[in-house]
């Protein structure tokens, strides 16, 4: 996010980053790195102000030969009244973006997923899936589990990579596979095994 006092939400980035779902989130306060203001007037409410001048106005605007100081915006040796002109901001072509409000500044979403990006998403699925199966079996929020997965060869290995946030998320003690029980949980297009089972003792956790 670009903003002015963008930093000043660095305490709660965390909760940005869980409530949306997302790697990492920074923070900035130079706009400019990221975005731009895109100018346009509005011919029918400057041209009964300015008549003739308004083509000279529009052909400035175009050429981006405009400035802004505060609230006020020039172009052309005229100064814009409000509702005589829009300012929008503008990010690089082919990104996610929405402006903040009062065109303050801008959230950027970079969507290039990656091999790494799309395992690590299916293993937070995994783990909303696991918390889902805990709840329906009235676990306490503190118990330990076993927990009993099944999946395709390539699915499994994008799971294993994030055994540890899976067991750490979930509080499961040990992880079992096995590729032969029906699958009925989808993660990303994929049909997974997912089941628990509470464990009575605290064993190390066995993979």
């Known amino acids: 996010m670009a903003a002015p006092g963008a930093n000043g939400l660095d ?65 052309a040796g005229e100064i814009l009244q409000p509702g005589e002109y829009t300012l929008r901001m503008v990010t690089a072509p082919d990104t996610a973006s929405a402006a903040l409000p ?7 979403l970079d969507v290039n997923v990656t091999a790494e990006l799309e395992a690590e ?16 079996a009235g676990l306490h929020v503190s118990d330990r589990i076993r927990l009993t997965l099944g999946a395709e060869a390539p699915v499994r290995a994008q799971l294993e990579a994030h055994t540890a946030l899976i067991t750490g998320e979930t ?15 989808q993660l990303e297009g994929a049909s997974v095994h997912v089941s628990v089972q509470r464990m009575a003792h605290a064993e190390p956790p066995r993979q």
């Open 171 to 185: 509080l499961a003690l040990e992880v079992v596979w096995d590729d032969s029980a029906d699958r009925s949980t």
């Open 11 to 75: 305490a709660f980035v965390d909760i940005l980053r869980d409530e949306v779902n997302i790697r990492e989130v920074v923070l900035t306060e130079d706009v400019a790195s990221v975005a731009s203001r895109e100018l346009q007037v509005v011919p029918a409410v400057l041209g009964p102000r300015l008549g003739g001048r308004t083509q000279q106005v529009i052909k400035a605007v175009k050429a981006g030969e405009w400035e802004r100081d505060g609230d006020t915006v020039r172009v």
């Open 121 to 136: 998403g299916m293993a937070r699925d995994l783990v909303r899936a696991v918390q889902q199966a805990r709840r329906d």
């Open 102 to 108: 009062g065109g303050a500044g801008v959230v950027v």
